[in-house]
């Protein structure tokens, strides 16, 4: 159940990928609704780049949709999962998404190697020695073999990402959510990050991310969703949202993200 | 005349060492060294402290600590968790075991753990029994806050890292928080030995028999049998030190190290 599966999609893929579905999701933070209807869809082998200004809720919906937040009224899909079923089994459903966050949360106690292997023996009850093959496969996939040995506190930012990438992909997710991956990451390293991922979309993962690299979004995305007060505002193609918005809300949010003037509002 | 910055640090200094100088001299001069000799510095007799002081002294003091701290360490984790825990009456009940047994003299517990509790239920336990209770109930509400404090401390990305990988609760908690969390409070859990260490004389009250002697008891036995006036204890109190002094050195080294790792 776990084997990585040949996916039948029209991407080259090696992964087995699951879609997601968000059915009107509303969240609120006391009398703060932050969330306000949200529906989205995201096909199996699909990426999915959510963009909006700070505060629109858009690691709020990635939170929901893998319970790290409760949603308040509505319902998310992945895979075979009804994730706000009272009665699902968080866990299990949590085994098929992969996370990414801004911050990496690496474990800072285990190396690089523990951090990939400690939930497949863990939770999956894997061997060690099977953890570890399935973990250094994942760590030279996303090019840190070599640094297997390593603490997260003596690898650099992007190093760092790139091992949370590699600890997600080794419980074997069936969709990753990434959460500005790169916002914190020094400049010169988020192209190895970047990398990493566009290959993750070559090999058909499903992937929901929230990001600010407006050039990852056009190459790499198929659809661009923009977010802004806790709806949806517009989404579409990529290439369409980006280069030809029709709201102005996304003009004036793609305008101050793509000048260079604005950078420091970009970052 | 206005001094200058340089000029008036060095006033201070000379100023500093003079009231110094004073007050040693006052105390040499005001010493009574003859009676100090006898009474206080009179290594002469102690040899019959030897070789016992360290064979059933030294060796009790460091099983009861020992034994105290390992109920206090695993008390203290079950009351830091239950502190942190979402139901409120185990927060309530945590709450209120910590402040009564951090309230109380510890010398009240060994002697309810002592006397109290057996004459109530009638049972008889045994020395050793008393020490790791009275101890470990004591530390475990001086522990439980050390450690409250330092699950507090890992950061809340950890728990939802390892909960986005499938962990359960309890196992994020063993696997991933709780060990980041001990390194944390290692440099103040090594002080919590410390105060434990001191706090094993309290077995006196108890009534030992010569086998279940710890150092203080030596000290004060040794002083109305020896004939050394209070030598006995001295000798005691460095052998106290032997123990607290390489683990203050220990805490420093933690210390020092989880600020490197920390950067
Ligand atoms: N745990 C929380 N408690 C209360 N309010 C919260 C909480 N988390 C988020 N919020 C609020 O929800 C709103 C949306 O936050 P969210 O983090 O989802 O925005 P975002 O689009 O990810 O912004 P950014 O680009 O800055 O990361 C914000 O107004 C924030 O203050
Ligand atoms: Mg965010």
Redesign the pocket.
Known sequence: MNDVVQNADDRSGAVKAAGVSITDLRKS??S?E?LKGISLEVKPGEVVCLI??????????L?CVNLL?QPNVGSVHVGGFEATDPDVDIDKMRRKVGMVF?QFNLFPHLSALGNCTISQTKVLKRSQADASAVAMRNLERVGLGHLSDRFPDELSGGQQQRVAIARALSMDPELMLF??PTSALDPETVGDVLAVMRNLAKEGMTMLV?THEMGFAREVADRVVF?DG?VVVEEGVAEQVISAPTHARTKEFLRRVLDPTHIDIAE | MAMTARQRARVSLYVQAGIFVVAMVALILATDWETISTSVFNFGKIGPMFPDIILVGLKNTLIYTALGFMVGLSGGLLLALMKLSSFPLYRWLATGYIEFFRGIPALLVFIAFGYGVPLAFGVSWNVTVVAMISLGMVAAAYIAETLRAGLQAVPKGQMEAARSLGMPQWRAMISIVIPQAFRIVLPPLTNEVILLTKDSSLIYVLGLTASQYELTKFGRDGISSLGAGLTPLLVAGAFYLVITIPLSLLARKFESRSARTKR
């Open positions: 933070y006391g703060n932050v909006g200004p700070s505060g629109s809720g858009k690691s709020t919906l939170r937040e801004q959460d500005e929230v977010m806790g």
